[in-house]
């Protein structure tokens, strides 16, 4: 994993992200900048939940142009109600057994409304 860096070489202007440190990179020997190796497809579903969850606030690199399968960033400005909002709500710090299952702890990110909330997302996120 990659997360806040100094190096101020970048591939491609997403990657400035990790300068200020909004940006993840999970994997990125194996899934370079404008590298061919996809996820398979249950790991993107699980991807796309996750961001479903997030409610645009977060960036997947499998839909940017070069594409980075292995990029994540944020994408709200500081300040944003919707980025507070998803914050707290994923907040494992104040989880409690009543709150609603999210991404990571959903039992099952094919279920219907789950997938309908996830290729909503992409559709918004790729144009």
């Known amino acids: 994993m990659t997360a806040h860096s ?3 070489t970048v591939g491609a202007d997403f990657e400035s992200n990790h300068l ?4 993840i990179a999970l994997h990125p020997r194996a899934y370079p900048l404008a ?12 991807v ?3 961001l479903g969850d997030c409610e645009g606030t977060v960036v997947w690199g499998g839909d940017l142009t070069p594409v980075k399968r292995s990029h994540f960033h944020v994408a709200a400005r500081p300040g944003d109600k919707v980025l507070a909002r998803v914050a707290a709500r994923l907040d494992t710090s ?3 057994p009543s709150r609603a299952q999210t991404a990571g702890t959903v039992a099952d990110p094919a ?6 909330k996830a290729r909503r997302l992409q559709r918004a996120t790729t144009g």
């Open 6 to 8: 100094t190096r101020c």
């Open 20 to 23: 200020s440190g909004t940006a």
């Open 35 to 46: 590298g061919s190796e996809g996820l398979w497809p249950h790991h993107e579903q699980i």
């Open 48 to 50: 796309r939940d996750i």
């Open 94 to 96: 104040r989880h409690t």
């Open 111 to 116: 279920a219907p409304a789950r997938r309908v």
